[in-house]
């Protein structure tokens, strides 16, 4: 997705932020490293996350992401194909912004009926998420948003899979894997599936998926027994440095 004008002065803002944590000038309760990398994710999903007034565009992942599974949607209509979409940031809370809302709302708009999509933090008990699943896997409910923790585990959900869509990037391979082993598994009848990653241009993205193949090269490095180097940074620090920050702004 291309870079809008909003990220671009909104990263030139992150860049100033660094800049003032770097000097001390503010409090780090105030802001610091931690909290410039969090807004920077918001903003790579969705601007709206970090600038609560500016307005919806189509050069947007929630749009693209509509798009995408409409079309999917539509193809699959008669034979009742399902799709996952994984969203780990921007859950839905309360009355404020989401971007689960506004994916509903978007599909709804574009004639999806309501009762076929669900969100997987409405199904607080197992016995209520296994009616869903049974549900998905019968074609009856045809898309399910959800976080890689709520979804990306123990769901059986592949009988009908058709597409899963990445909205955001997880910080562990063993996340990823987890999120597309719901569709890359056994007792799936569809033969070609399809597996969607959203990325925005010049944004936070970058870093997220770096840092992702980072951690999966050195693991396939040790498990395969091959040359690999003998000390790493810590990889399980999801906080992006001030060089990094800078880099990326």
């Known amino acids: 997705v291309d870079k809008t004008s909003e990220l671009d002065r909104y990263l030139k803002d992150i860049s100033s932020r660094a800049d003032l944590v770097r000097s001390r000038v503010v409090d780090k309760k105030e802001d610091n490293l931690l909290k410039i990398t969090t807004d920077g994710r918001k903003a790579a999903l969705d601007i709206r996350l970090v600038e609560p007034n500016a307005g919806f565009t189509y050069q947007s992942k929630v749009a693209r992401c509509a798009e995408n599974v409409f079309n999917i949607y539509m ?12 969203c780990d ?39 209520t998420k296994l009616k869903l699943f049974k549900d998905f896997n019968e074609g009856k409910i045809r898309i399910i948003i959800g976080s890689t923790f709520k979804l990306g585990i123990g769901a059986n959900v592949q009988q009908k899979l058709k597409a899963i869509h990445h909205l955001d990037v997880p910080w562990r391979p063993a996340d990823m894997v987890q999120r597309e082993g719901r569709i890359l598994r056994r007792g799936n009848k569809n033969k070609d599936v399809y597996i969607y990653r959203y990325i925005a241009e010049g944004s936070f993205d970058a870093y997220s998926w770096q840092i992702l193949e980072t951690k999966q090269k050195f693991i396939s490095q040790f498990l395969n027994g091959s040359s690999y180097q003998r000390s790493i940074s810590d990889l399980e620090n999801n906080i992006l440095t001030y060089a990094e920050v800078k880099a990326l702004a």
């Open 75 to 86: 193809k699959t209509f008669l034979d009742k194909s399902t799709q996952l979409i994984f």
């Open 89 to 127: 940031y921007s859950t839905p809370k309360g009355e404020d912004f989401s971007v689960y809302k506004e994916l509903k709302m978007r599909l709804c708009k574009k004639g999806i009926p309501e009762k076929e999509i669900a969100f997987i933090h409405s199904y607080k008990t197992e016995s």
